[in-house]
């Protein structure tokens, strides 16, 4: 049957394929329904970089706002051990039998004395043949083989002096390269190159774990700053808020106009539309660090970090920082052992590039057994025959053009491999360098945002004081609900990226994982696969990974919470004037000695010197007032 040519594209349905299990539990959290009724999750630092590496079976990364694979997995070193084995099967020996039993009938031509005077006979002659050998491979190219075999032969019809005869033999050989394929370096090559690999796939995904476990901090990090900032914006609504009703009564009885209760709505509405966004972006970054964990997003409620930032400075030594990272960054570890394999390519070919010159020797013993026509068998004696060679062989194609070329071209890939590891080792320090001017950046910023937060709080207050003596106009004060909100976030934020980035210091230095007690086993005990072996076993999945060192302390409160998240105003201090008396028995509160100590700092600030009394420019209805006429100007 002829099967005619393939000219369209088949395809099953989607819905004809094995179904894959997608774990769901509830829908996702948003922010308008907040509440998916499942637990919330309090995690602690160090259990989440815990929970991160016993789901790492595919190695995740953090991009933004969500985690993807990085294209490593735990195969994939034990994938990449294989080759190593699969480089020394060329030294096992290798044994090679062959049976054949075979019948071979040939028919010839021959004369007879009746006519036609010649008639067709034939023979038939039973065969056996056995060939064997055994053949080794030396480190040194060496080949030592030997080989045996016997033929025996069973002929019907005629005369012969031995039949059935065997004929047997064994045979001894050995051939030696001299030139190409001699030598101990080039012919383990392939095996170094394969260890090299196998480093290399390692140091890869212990890369990748660093990236991951990087990762992981980041996400927790960035959470409890979107936490803070989400409260910050909280209190900046209920600020805005309560002035946007202290303002619609000042309104309602004449003590205030349109455009302020319009400015104080305008900024009420911005604040809200902050806290969504600062809503969303707490539900984002908890999407983020369940993904890089491996939970799924429904799996769980509200995610609670409990582990409050370091907040003080840590001092480095910069050339400890360079020596660790040029030993210990598993990038650089990489450009290393890429430049090893390199070399031991050039060694291969410039072995290839030389003449074939080959030393070969061998020695033979022929014997030969069969039955007589009388019917005796008979047979040789052991070394009655032998046969022995010994030579050199010689053969080169002429000018060599093609493996000088792989040697140049071997020898140019090495000095680009290691101009690739001087850039690697330009590339660390910048990048340890950036690193480090980071940090020291965001813990002065820290300390900046800490003034300017307490700052924004005296302002506040004082604002909030000048407004109820109505010495200030609605802007200010509006404006200082938001600067004292933009505060806390930025103090936040700033000691936030402070942790981060001394987590990006160890990343730079290649010593985060030894930073947080984390150690591959295979560092350890030398192996890639599991203590345990069993016919279900697969190595990597089966070495469960143990608890990590403990670093960070967790405490237990939300970790946004050592930020002093206190509200910046106190509900005594927010009560609305009694708008709801009659106009000539308003009276405005007593300022307590508390604030009219701020007042008395605050008033200079608002009141110009020139003048001894302040005059109002709009006139509250129903309230009648009489110049003094005794006031003197000054």
């Given amino acids: 049957m002829i099967t005619p040519e393939q000219r369209k594209m088949v395809h099953r349905k989607p819905e004809s394929l094995p179904k894959a299990t997608m774990t769901t539990f509830s829908e996702p959290r948003t922010v308008s329904h907040l509440v998916n009724g499942e637990e919330e999750l309090r995690v602690s630092l160090d259990d989440a970089i815990r929970i991160a590496l016993e789901n790492a079976e595919v190695i995740r990364v953090l991009g933004g706002v969500t985690a993807t694979s990085s294209g490593r997995t735990i195969y994939d070193p034990a994938i990449a051990n294989t080759?190593?084995?699969?480089?020394?099967?060329?030294?096992?020996?290798?044994?090679?039998?062959?049976?054949?039993?075979?019948?071979?009938?040939?028919?010839?031509?021959?004369?007879?004395?009746?006519?036609?005077?010649?008639?067709?006979?034939?023979?038939?002659?039973?065969?056996?043949?056995?060939?064997?050998?055994?053949?080794?491979?030396?480190?040194?190219g060496g080949t030592s083989t030997l080989r045996f075999g016997a033929t025996r032969s069973d002929i019907d019809q005629g005369i012969f002096p031995l039949n059935p005869q065997v004929n047997h033999f064994s045979e001894l050989s050995y051939v030696q390269p001299l030139l190409q394929g001699g030598g101990i370096g080039p012919n383990l090559a392939p095996v170094l190159i394969a260890g090299i690999d196998t480093e290399r796939s390692f140091f890869q995904l212990k890369d990748s774990v660093q990236n991951l476990t990087r990762g992981v901090i980041e996400a927790y990090w960035n959470l409890v700053f979107a936490r803070t900032d989400r409260w910050a914006r909280e209190q900046q609504v209920k600020q805005s808020e309560f002035v946007v009703q202290r303002?619609?009564?000042?309104?309602?009885?004449?003590?205030?106009?349109?455009?302020?209760?319009?400015?104080?709505?305008?900024?009420?509405?911005?604040?809200?539309?902050?806290?969504?966004?600062?809503?969303?972006?707490?539900?984002?970054?908890?999407?983020?660090?369940?993904?890089?964990?491996?939970?799924?997003?429904?799996?769980?409620?509200?995610?609670?970090?409990?582990?409050?930032?370091?907040?003080?400075?840590?001092?480095?030594?910069?050339?400890?920082?360079?020596?660790?990272?040029?030993?210990?960054?598993?990038?650089?570890?990489?450009?290393?052992?890429?430049?090893?394999?390199d070399q031991q390519r050039v060694i291969s070919a410039q072995n290839n590039a030389l003449p074939r010159l080959d030393a070969v020797a061998s020695y033979r013993w022929d014997g030969l057994r069969g039955r007589t026509p009388a019917g005796t068998y008979i047979s040789t004696n052991g070394g009655e025959f032998a046969d022995w060679s010994i030579g050199v062989n010689f053969s080169v194609p002429l000018g060599l053009r093609q493996a000088r070329a792989t040697v140049r071209q071997q020898e140019l890939i090495v000095k680009r491999d290691q101009a690739n590891l001087d850039q690697g080792l330009h590339n660390a320090v910048h990048q340890l360098a950036l690193t480090v001017r980071n940090l020291d950046q965001f813990y002065e910023q820290h300390d900046a945002f800490t003034?300017?937060?307490?700052?924004?709080?005296?302002?506040?207050?004082?604002?909030?004081?000048?407004?109820?003596?109505?010495?200030?106009?609605?802007?200010?004060?509006?404006?200082?609900?938001?600067?004292w909100g933009n505060s806390v976030s930025s103090q936040a934020q700033s000691l936030t990226q402070y942790n981060i980035e001394l987590s990006n210091l160890e990343r730079q230095t290649g010593t985060i994982l030894e930073a947080h007690g984390v150690r591959f086993v295979q560092e350890r005990m030398r192996f890639i696969g599991p203590v345990r072996l069993g016919r279900d076993a697969s190595y990597p999945s089966s070495m469960i990974p143990t608890e990590n060192s403990e670093r960070y302390p967790a405490g237990d409160e939300p970790a946004e919470n050592s930020f002093d998240l206190e509200e910046p105003v106190q509900k005594t201090s927010?009560?609305?004037?009694?708008?709801?008396?009659?106009?000539?028995?308003?009276?405005?509160?007593?300022?307590?000695?508390?604030?009219?100590?701020?007042?008395?700092?605050?008033?200079?600030?608002?009141?110009?010197?020139?003048?001894?009394?302040?005059?109002?420019?709009?006139?509250?209805?129903?309230?009648?007032?009489?110049?003094d006429t005794n006031a003197t100007r000054k």
């Fill in 83 to 140: 080759a190593i084995d699969q480089a020394r099967g060329r030294f096992d020996p290798r044994l090679n039998i062959n049976n054949t039993l075979g019948l071979n009938e040939t028919p010839r031509g021959a004369f007879s004395g009746a006519p036609p005077g010649a008639q067709i006979v034939g023979s038939e002659n039973d065969t056996y043949i056995l060939d064997g050998s055994i053949s080794k491979v030396n480190p040194n």
């Fill in 247 to 341: 303002e619609e009564a000042r309104l309602k009885h004449g003590f205030a106009n349109i455009a302020d209760v319009a400015q104080a709505k305008v900024s009420y509405a911005n604040f809200r539309a902050s806290l969504i966004t600062a809503k969303s972006n707490v539900l984002q970054r908890e999407a983020a660090l369940l993904n890089i964990l491996g939970i799924s997003p429904t799996e769980v409620g509200e995610v609670i970090p409990i582990t409050p930032p370091h907040r003080e400075r840590i001092q480095f030594h910069w050339e400890e920082l360079v020596g660790l990272a040029e030993t210990y960054r598993p990038d650089l570890i990489e450009l290393k052992l890429i430049l090893e394999a």
């Fill in 451 to 483: 003034i300017t937060r307490e700052a924004a709080q005296i302002n506040l207050d004082r604002q909030l004081s000048a407004e109820k003596a109505n010495l200030v106009i609605i802007l200010n004060v509006l404006q200082a609900i938001a600067s």
């Fill in 574 to 627: 927010m009560l609305p004037f009694p708008w709801d008396k009659p106009a000539n028995e308003i009276v405005l509160p007593e300022i307590s000695q508390k604030n009219r100590n701020r007042a008395d700092e605050v008033l200079p600030l608002f009141i110009p010197q020139s003048v001894d009394r302040v005059e109002t420019t709009r006139l509250p209805r129903r309230i009648k007032t009489e110049e």
